[in-house]
């Protein structure tokens, strides 16, 4: 259980100081040039707390600096709590439910949900899955007909859904989420993410369809369940993982945020990608993880109408 009392989520001084902790774990450093050894604190009455002065470039930094936080007037305090509240809570919460909590702007509340899930993004290069590790592969569909998710099926049965935007996911099994919004689903786009996210030496379980033949003979393995005979595991051989992330992110989208621009999709991926890659650790863990996330990103406002930023 987390305490909400706790003085990171009361007092803008201590927010402040947890923040350094993570960010700097191993030593301040000022983010301009990269000093590590030569900084040293700006001290004076006249000098806010958590000023800083490098005497390599003669800048002075805070810890915000080159972050997401860079440039807000949020007190850091409610900040940290908006991270633990969109870290902790399963399926999202809502903008409008940020403003009512903090005690912000309902526009505030909404670039700050933006710039937690730009935090939440994941940008390592590692692939997911490896050596007898099983990856399994499924896509989901999004548009703007009551903004409803559906599934390959219902994209078959139902018209008019060919606008709508494909999401392609990959799970590793006890492991992490990675999806992608597509403009085609083809072997093409598929191998090309195959190549990209997920390590050749992994297994890769999917459903029947075909364009996930081709891109399937580079890994080590590569299993089909067959959905349109009602077949749904074969021993081992399953999508059940896959389609569970995708259970939680349609709940989330339909009964938490209702409504998602196109243009915001890939961000509300990547914070429930965040969350379900870390749903092992305590939502402390997870959150002071999408803190350290923050460092080297930034998302300013006019980049939000954006398909990709």
């Known amino acids: 259980m987390t305490d909400l009392l706790n003085p990171i989520f009361q007092d803008s001084a201590k927010a402040r100081e947890h923040l350094e902790s993570i960010r700097w774990a191993e030593g301040r450093f000022c983010p301009h040039c990269g000093e590590t050894e030569n900084?040293?604190?700006?001290r004076g009455k006249s000098h806010r707390p958590g000023l800083y002065y490098c005497n390599g470039c003669k800048k002075q930094f805070t810890v915000t600096i080159g972050t997401i936080f860079e440039r807000s007037k949020i007190p850091l305090n409610?900040?940290?709590?908006?991270?633990?509240?969109?870290?902790?809570?399963?399926?999202?919460?809502?903008?409008?439910?940020?403003?009512?909590?903090?005690?912000?702007?309902?526009?505030?509340?909404?670039?700050?949900?933006?710039?937690i899930r730009e935090a939440m993004r994941n940008d390592s290069p590692d692939p997911i899955g490896g050596k007898g590790k099983i990856v399994e592969a499924d896509e989901t569909f999004y548009g703007n007909s009551g903004d409803?998710?559906?599934?390959?099926?219902?994209?078959?049965?139902?018209?008019?859904?060919?606008?709508?935007?494909?999401?392609?996911?990959?799970?590793?099994?006890?492991?992490?989420?990675?999806?992608?919004?597509?403009?085609?689903?083809?072997?093409?786009?598929?191998?090309?993410?195959?190549?990209?996210?997920?390590?050749?030496?992994?297994f890769l379980m999917t459903d029947e369809a075909g364009h996930y033949r081709q891109p399937g003979k580079k890994l080590r393995g590569h299993y089909a369940v067959n959905h349109a005979k009602n077949e749904y595991a074969k021993g081992f051989i399953t999508t059940n993982t896959v389609e569970g992330f995708f259970s939680i992110f349609k709940r989330g989208m339909n009964g938490v945020y209702?409504?998602?621009?196109?243009?915001?999709?890939?961000?509300?991926?990547?914070?429930?990608?965040?969350?379900?890659t870390y749903r092992k650790v305590s939502d402390r863990e997870r959150a002071d993880l999408a803190l350290k996330g923050a460092e080297g990103k930034r998302l300013v406002y006019h980049q939000t109408s954006l398909k990709s930023a």
Not at 264 to 274: A, C, G, I, K, W
């Open 148 to 202: 409803e998710f559906i599934n390959d099926k219902g994209w078959r049965k139902k018209r008019g859904l060919g606008d709508k935007s494909k999401i392609v996911t990959f799970v590793e099994r006890d492991g992490a989420a990675r999806s992608t919004v597509v403009d085609r689903l083809h072997s093409g786009t598929i191998g090309a993410l195959i190549n990209r996210q997920v390590h050749p030496d992994s």
């Open 258 to 276: 209702q409504h998602c621009g196109e243009q915001h999709v890939h961000r509300y991926l990547s914070e429930f990608d965040f969350r379900y």
């Open 39 to 42: 900084t040293s604190p700006v």
């Open 78 to 115: 409610k900040w940290l709590l908006a991270f633990h509240l969109m870290a902790s809570s399963k399926k999202g919460i809502s903008a409008h439910q940020l403003h009512r909590m903090l005690g912000i702007t309902y526009k505030s509340a909404w670039f700050m949900a933006h710039r």
